[in-house]
Nanobody
Framework: QVQLVESGGGLVQAGGSLRLSCAASGLTFDSFVMGWFRQAPGKEREFVAAIGSSDDITFYADSVKGRFAISRDNARNTLYLQMNSLKVEDSAVYYC?????????????????WGQGTQVAVSS
């Protein structure tokens, strides 16, 4: 059974940083593209970033490019999202997910399963 557990969320002031982690189990982690999405209250879930199975390619939403960095440690079965220069509009629940079986890395429909999410709140 695949399990994804996010951690590292919290409350931070605008301009601050947070590092999210996603611990994966029950899958051959280094075989899969992994992604981060977020969902703010009243809004649809949106793509944040994705990373190739071998950490060889990354994808970012325009809204986070240059501020966020996705990475992975395949030896530890862990996905990361380093978030710098946080803005109030980055406030959301952040989810990690496995890109399976295929499809665009930018679409949530391409991912299953999902973690339970971790809350990020950025204050002004």
């Amino acid at each position: 059974q695949v399990q994804l557990v996010e951690s590292g969320g919290g409350l931070v002031q605008a301009g601050g940083s947070l590092r999210l982690s996603c611990a994966a189990s029950g899958l051959t982690f280094d075989s899969f593209v992994m992604g981060w999405f977020r969902q703010a209250p009243g809004k649809e879930r949106e793509f944040v970033a994705a990373i190739g199975s071998s950490d060889d390619i990354t994808f970012y939403a325009d809204s986070v490019k240059g501020r966020f960095a996705i990475s992975r440690d395949n030896a530890r079965n862990t996905l990361y999202l380093q978030m710098n220069s946080l803005k109030v509009e980055d406030s959301a629940v952040y989810y990690c997910a496995v890109r399976y079986p295929s499809g665009s890395v930018y679409r949530s429909e391409s991912y299953s399963p999902w973690g339970q999410g971790t809350q990020v709140a950025v204050s002004s």
